[in-house]
């Protein structure tokens, strides 16, 4: 067998590219077969859509619903708590691209970590990873919904609720190849939306409005520090979540394997390019930041002002219309598809219930799991839609437990990698998944405080269900073990 410290990369394009431990498959069902698994979902994916569907997933007009707290944490400095969270997630975009090659299965972090370093870890990750991808849609619900009732207070928030999840579940059941479609036309429209403020937004600062053209928003000598920075990035990481959520489609890609790390990465570095770009003319728009930074943005209206303050009261309503729109249909669309995988995945192990790995018969998606999301979601948002911390309260368990599921992504890289295989690629497989590491944990640990205490919460009970399943015999069914 040849030595994976010398031999060179293994041609992933190819079935059955590589060669002795850790050799890849490729994206069709042949490869996906040699780790024990019958391929169930449709390949119908091409990159444009793993592309697509990322982009769709992080919302590229994002910071608009998140703008003002951002910009208070942040000390007004929002286009650098953007800048450093994108530099973060690059570097856990890379982990994920080497864990997607060597593992072209669905289930994320959770089939990466199991697979790449023990499968206690994988549940744990799985476990950590699911108050993102199970609570974001009823997240995304909430927020739109809310947004929607202060535009038409006639129709109450639960109205809103229940509307976005049934017309979001009903795209979901006619299949993957539909839900792609959807997604590209509301990209379209959200990238008109985000031209038409920055064309409005450059033109009125040059023309006198705001405070003109500075460098406030990347870094201002009066109000930095590097924990009032990070403090902010912890909250604006909200706005990537999602490039990693292609990573759940593995399955479902008709290309080579290296096209899921392609897309999450090219997702990434649009998306992020976008968010510092808006804020940065946004944060120029704000017309009393002393304010802003003092008391907060209790109404979640900074950013529509600041339009306001560029264009008049239309483009005011246009952002927040585009954002109840973005963030209630098109990025939770995505959210309750990818949510759906992951929890097909883990029940495939036996992780989860059983009925949650039905997939349907003709359309191929994981049906069961794809109708479960959407009662959560609904209970979940209703629920919160009655606390006035609700969205507050949902923002802070979503960030911590995607980063604390980050965590375990590099770890896995490094040990799967560097520890299993013997790997040469100091720089992919040991120093970008350590500082990816480093600098995820310097955000967990500036995190506001109900975050930690929450995220400890659902960490300790993850733990316990983990034992209950062992003492069970709820083993996972981890095929073709002895390939790896």
């Given at each position: ?103 072209p299965m669905a289930g994320s ?179 009393d930041p002393d304010t802003l ?192």
């Open positions: 067998m040849s030595d994976p410290r010398t031999t060179p990369s293994p041609d992933l394009t190819k079935p059955g590219g590589g060669t002795g431990a850790g050799a890849v498959p490729a994206a069709g069902a042949a490869g996906l077969e040699e780790f024990g698994y019958r391929q169930e979902l449709k390949r119908s994916l091409t990159f444009t859509d793993l592309l697509v569907y990322g982009l769709v997933f992080m919302v590229p007009i994002a910071p608009f619903g998140i703008f003002g707290s951002v910009f208070q944490g942040s000390g007004g400095m929002i286009a650098l708590a953007y800048a450093i969270g994108g530099l973060a997630m690059a570097f856990t975009a890379a982990s994920y691209s080497q864990m997607s090659r060597a593992f972090v959770y089939t990466y970590a199991g697979r790449g370093i023990a499968q206690p870890v994988g549940f744990m990750a799985g476990w950590m990873i699911l108050l993102d991808y199970v609570l974001v849609p009823g997240l995304l619900y909430l927020i739109a919904a809310v947004a929607m009732n202060s535009i038409w207070a006639s129709v109450p928030v639960w109205v809103w609720l229940v509307a976005f999840v049934v017309l979001n579940t009903v795209v979901n059941y006619f299949g993957i190849e539909f839900t792609a479609r959807v997604n590209k036309i509301m990209l379209i429209g959200e990238l008109i939306v985000l031209a038409i403020f920055l064309v409005v937004g450059v033109v009125a600062l040059a023309t006198g409005a705001g405070r003109g053209f500075d460098f406030t928003p990347v870094y201002n000598s009066d109000t930095f520090s590097l924990e009032l920075v990070f403090g902010a990035v912890s909250i604006a990481v909200l706005s990537f979540l999602g490039f990693d959520g292609i990573s759940t489609l593995a399955e479902e890609n008709r290309d080579s394997a290296r096209s899921i790390g392609k897309a999450m990465i090219a997702a990434l570095a649009l998306a992020g390019t976008l968010f510092i770009v808006q804020t940065w003319v946004a944060a120029l728009l704000v017309p930074i003092a008391e907060g943005d209790a109404a979640g209206t900074a950013f529509y002002d600041a339009a306001e303050v560029a264009g008049g009261a239309w483009l005011g309503t246009l952002t927040a219309v585009a954002t109840a729109i973005a963030w209630g249909f098109a990025n939770s669309l995505v959210a309750q598809a990818a949510t759906s995988r992951l929890l097909f995945a883990m029940a495939r192990d036996r992780q989860l219930p059983a009925f949650l790995k039905q997939v349907h018969p003709t359309r191929r998606v994981p049906v069961n799991a794809t109708l479960l999301v959407a009662v959560i979601s609904l209970v979940l948002g209703l629920y919160m839609a009655s606390r006035e911390d609700g969205i507050t309260l949902l923002s802070t368990l979503v960030n911590f437990g995607a980063l604390s599921a980050f965590l375990l992504l590099h770890v896995s890289v490094v040990w799967h990698y560097v520890g299993r295989l013997r790997s040469r690629n100091y720089w992919l497989h040991l120093a970008v998944p350590v500082i990816g590491f480093a600098i995820l944990a310097y955000v967990v640990y500036n995190a506001q405080v109900a975050a930690q205490e929450l995220g400890f919460v659902w960490l300790v009970a993850g733990l316990v269900l983990m034992g209950v399943l062992i003492a069970t015999g709820r083993k996972p069914e981890i095929r073709a073990e002895e390939d790896l």
